[in-house]
């Protein structure tokens, strides 16, 4: 699978998940380096690496490549909050040209476990090549869609008599400690 087919097979699953192209929200905050292209929605950040081949070949050029990604990503989750006042999540997906050799798998692992910042993956294409393997890790694409809003079907909500008279006990006695020692002392013994 070429770098263009990786990315634009990336782009139509964050698509799905309700991912918009990145271009003009970055385009004051950071610039964003060759091979990665950046989507949001309205509470994370993904920005996606197309791997050269080369990276993907050994343990410390892998890691070169996820470093200068996480610095990447870093600076723009920290743009983004000190510049726009967003505060949402970090997704870093590496993109590799073929499946990872053996002596490489450890690093893959390694990669994804290290949460610092954001959430990290790496794919490659499967074996057919037709689509990219281990999507399916990708906590964000698989959320369920949104529930469309029913005005109509709302229920209301009410606490149960015990959590009433809770309430009211510790509005008399002013603190949570206080509200312990009565329940203590069998002063509420109904709401036990």
């Not at 989750?77 to 040209?97: C, S, V």
């Not at 399916?136 to 029913?150: A, D, K």
Request: hydrophobic letters at 45%; aromatic letters at 6%.
């Amino acid at each position: 699978m070429t770098e263009a087919n990786s990315i634009t097979e990336l782009k139509k699953y964050f698509v799905q998940a309700g991912f918009v192209d990145s271009t003009v929200l970055m385009a004051d905050i950071c610039p964003i380096p060759d091979r990665v292209f950046v989507m949001h929605n309205s509470y994370a950040l993904m920005a996606g690496y197309a791997a050269l081949p080369e990276e993907s070949e050994t343990e410390s050029s892998l890691m070169e490549a996820k470093e200068k990604m996480h610095a990447f990503i870093r600076k723009a989750l920290l743009a983004l909050e000190n510049q726009k006042g967003l505060i949402i999540d970090g997704y870093l997906l590496i993109a590799l040209h073929q499946a990872p050799l053996a002596e490489v798998k450890d690093t893959v692992r390694d990669i994804e476990l290290d949460t610092k910042v954001c959430r990290k993956h790496v794919v490659w294409p499967m074996e057919n090549g037709d689509n990219l393997d281990r999507l399916q890790f990708i906590t964000i694409l698989s959320l369920p869609e949104p529930l469309r809003g029913n005005s109509a079907n709302t229920t209301s909500f009410e606490l149960s008599a015990e959590a009433n008279t809770l309430l009211t006990k510790y509005d008399e006695l002013g603190s949570l400690e206080r509200l312990l020692d009565a329940i203590k002392n069998g002063e509420l013994a109904d709401a036990n």
